[in-house]
């Protein structure tokens, strides 16, 4: 699936329509080329007839807020027994300025926020993580600690967006960990579950 190109040309014709009307009346009617005061009021609506279709022009180039997420290990493996953490690395691919809060939930793990961190923690399995993109090739990165429960033979985490305040379009994400048990090498193998490419 493909995201479709923003065009501003309805914009833009609109734009043209609005300032030929706006010529052909200053040309057909004398009483709006001189200076009077309810000539000022006309005037300004017509700028702003003129600046609506603009902005829309403008906005629409621009395009949808279109983001990407990773979630990095520094090894291929969990342990037991001890406190790991992953990253959560977000890059902004759009020119849209976007805020979201990013949904880490966990299964069979427990994560831990500390003080220092500005996460939602409803739960020990389940944070938010906010997000604030200025914009093109904006890149975050947080941190995110945990703790396998005991006697498991498997842990996951997923991530969504949380698109009750709005959000980004997301594309090409690796959208979550599996990790399983390796009784060989007594560790937790890491698989990556990835997400739609947009």
Not at 10 to 20: A, C, G, H, W
Request: net charge positive.
């Amino acid at each position: 699936m493909a995201i479709a190109a923003p065009c501003p040309i309805p914009y833009i014709l609109l734009f043209i329509m609005i300032f030929t009307i706006l010529v052909i009346c200053l040309f057909k009617i004398p009483s709006l080329r001189t200076y009077r005061k309810r000539n000022l009021v006309i005037y300004a609506l017509f700028a702003l007839l003129l600046s609506v279709p603009m902005y829309q022009a403008y906005d629409t180039t621009i395009g949808p807020a279109i983001v990407t997420y990773r979630l990095d290990t520094a090894e291929d493996h969990f342990s037991a027994g001890k406190t790991n953490t992953f990253n959560i690395t977000c890059t902004n691919l759009g020119m849209r300025q976007t805020n979201f809060n990013l949904i880490v939930k966990a299964i069979n793990a427990s994560l831990i926020v500390t003080n220092q961190q500005n996460y939602l923690q409803t739960n020990n399995t389940t944070i938010e993580i906010p997000f604030n993109f200025n914009g093109l090739r904006d890149t975050q990165s947080q941190s995110v600690a945990f703790t396998i429960d005991q006697n498991v033979s498997a842990f996951v985490f997923s991530c969504l967006i949380d698109y009750q305040r709005g959000g980004p379009i997301v594309t090409g994400a690796i959208e979550g960990l599996h990790c399983e048990f390796n009784g060989t090498t007594n560790h937790y193998a890491i698989n990556r579950i990835y997400g739609p490419y947009v």
